[in-house]
């Protein structure tokens, strides 16, 4: 049996994943998340915010996963987010055009009957409606990222109108896969963690960059080969852009290995200019080596202006960021006063919507044949004797600039799979075949498994005790006294618990514990009444 394979049902039998609606015959695209898995994506989701929300100080917000159809089209999804498919019509056979054999791809003969193979384009989102009469065309998304950018004024405002300014987002995301496989690694539902952050396009500069300049990655730039590099030498020669992409290349290569990833299987792929995103100039990719291959596990985005100005051509809402200038200066400008005694009685209840546009907007040379605004995402004409156009001497004191953004964006699915994996080590004790999960202590579900040595002479319950105490210090504990202790150790290491503690007659004696370390399978003894903290230091590394 292959790795893959085993980590399959590994983690089937033992409660990490395994196939939504397996009753019915399953449902390709979905798995569900059994109790260690869920435990497990908790975990590594929770250390990601310790990167993220605490050291560099995003804020969390959380946003619909059902996202207007106006959203959509205007950050380019509706019309750009599409795969090439290839089908047949007389067997059914489809797939994304880049999952078939060269020779079917350049014969289009279909690899399963022979027949035609027709190409085409899908989009890759889900779509709904909502509305009980008035029905709307809906999507669900794709990413979280929209649900940040369109609320952009609001968290600007939060901020106290400072950049660099960062937002992240936990959360599902969805996408219609043509071809769904190889359990977690393309799903149709899946979980993402994306930061956003907002930097004057002036300044993408990271004020902590020096700490992560001689990290040293693997790399494979778009038009060189892979190799060993540091970050402060691809910022240097200019095959990272700016600094602020560099740094989240770097951190994303720290938080991978703090999860479990295997340093030596992790490298950093530059997206060539015909894969790049519409929305980015440059991408990084972290990819991980599994069994089934570099799987693309992050993506590390510039995504420059593009995400903000669509929203804010689309919807005429003001997506700037304030620049002040080190000095003030003095000039002439022309503006736009409504005329709200004409602009009632003309537009009624859009009048105020209207004259807010109108003030924002810079006056062309001549606004004789009247002005078009935005209203809910329509053009709507404005006659010139709607308002009057003013010069006036201001103080300008700085400059509205539209931000620049860099995005992280991990699959955490994909991550989880890979930390299975990475971790797994199969030998054999004792002649039989023996499995153990090296996860990282702070990342593993069950933080210590507690055992009496025996199911009698009082020794069951000190132990539940002991369970139920570390417990309320917030560590997951297993209680087992079934089977030897051999076995009961086994079943531990299997699902990646770090420590075992096992309550022997000379807990009796003395009140302490013999703690197991799961890698090393070196035992100490340790005061029960320590016990808590000292696990609690060894968790937290």
């Not at 027949?115 to 979280?144: I, K, S, V, W, Y």
């Not at 149709?188 to 500069?205: G, L």
Request: with cysteine; net charge negative.
């Amino acid at each position: 049996m292959d790795i893959y394979s085993e980590i399959v049902s590994l983690a089937k039998r033992r409660g990490f994943f395994y196939p939504s609606y397996d009753i019915y015959g399953g449902e390709a695209g979905f798995y569900d998340y059994g109790p260690l898995g869920t435990r497990l994506k908790h975990n590594v989701e929770e250390k990601w915010r310790m990167f993220y929300v605490l050291r560099e100080r995003c804020m969390e917000i959380s946003t619909p996963s059902i996202t207007p159809y106006a959203v959509f089209k205007a950050s380019g999804h509706v019309d750009k987010f599409l795969d090439v498919v290839l089908s047949c019509s007389k067997c059914g056979f489809s797939a994304k055009e880049e999952n078939v054999d060269e020779a079917s791809r350049s014969s289009l003969e279909c690899p399963e009957c022979g027949g035609r193979l027709q190409r085409g384009h899908m989009n890759l989102m889900f779509e709904t409606e909502t509305g009980a009469l008035d029905r709307r065309q809906a999507f669900l998304r794709p990413e979280t990222a929209q649900g940040i950018f369109v609320d952009f004024p609001f968290l600007y405002q939060f901020s106290r109108k400072q950049l660099p300014m960062g937002v992240v987002q936990v959360g599902k995301g969805f996408r219609n896969e043509v071809s769904p496989r190889q359990s977690l690694y393309r799903l149709r539902e899946f979980s993402m963690a994306e930061a956003e952050i907002f930097f004057d396009p002036e300044d993408k500069t990271h004020p902590r960059f020096d700490e992560v300049a001689d990290d040293t990655l693997m790399v494979i730039p778009a038009d060189a080969d892979e190799q060993m590099a540091t970050v402060g030498s691809l910022l240097d020669s200019g095959v990272i852009g700016n600094q602020a992409l560099a740094y989240y290349v770097a951190l994303t290569r720290r938080f991978l290995l703090a999860v479990g990833i295997d340093d030596q299987k992790l490298r950093f792929r530059q997206h060539e200019p015909d894969e790049m995103a519409h929305y980015a100039t440059d991408c990084w990719d972290a990819e991980i080596r599994t069994a089934l291959g570099w799987i693309e596990c992050v993506g590390i985005a510039d995504r420059t202006a593009y995400d903000l100005s669509a929203h804010m051509e689309a919807t005429g809402e003001d997506m700037t960021a304030f620049r002040r200038y080190d000095t003030a200066r003095q000039e002439t400008r022309r503006r736009i006063i409504p005329d709200m005694a004409k602009l009632g009685p003309a537009f009624k209840e859009q009048a105020k919507i209207i004259a807010s546009q109108l003030e924002k907007m810079e006056p062309p040379e001549n606004v004789d044949d009247g002005l078009v605004v935005k209203v809910d995402g329509e053009d709507v004409p404005v006659d010139p004797g709607l308002y009057d156009v003013v010069e006036e001497e201001i103080t300008i004191t700085g400059e509205n600039v539209i931000p620049h953004v860099v995005e992280p964006s991990y699959g955490i699915d994909r991550i989880l799979y890979s930390i299975l994996e990475h971790s797994y080590f199969r030998g054999e004790k004792e002649g039989e075949s023996y499995v153990r999960l090296e996860l990282p202590s702070d990342i593993a579900p069950v933080t210590a498994g507690v055992f009496p040595l025996v199911s009698k002479d009082g020794l069951p319950d000190i132990a539940r005790g002991i369970a139920d105490e570390l417990r309320s210090q917030g560590m997951l504990t297993y209680y087992d006294e079934g089977g030897s202790i051999g076995r009961r150790y086994a079943r531990m290491d299997e699902i990646g618990t770090p420590f075992c503690v096992t309550v022997d007659f000379d807990t009796l004696e003395d009140d302490t514990v013999t703690v197991r370390y799961r890698d090393t399978t070196e035992q100490v003894r340790v005061p029960r009444n320590e016990l808590a903290g000292w696990l609690r230091e060894w968790v937290d590394g």
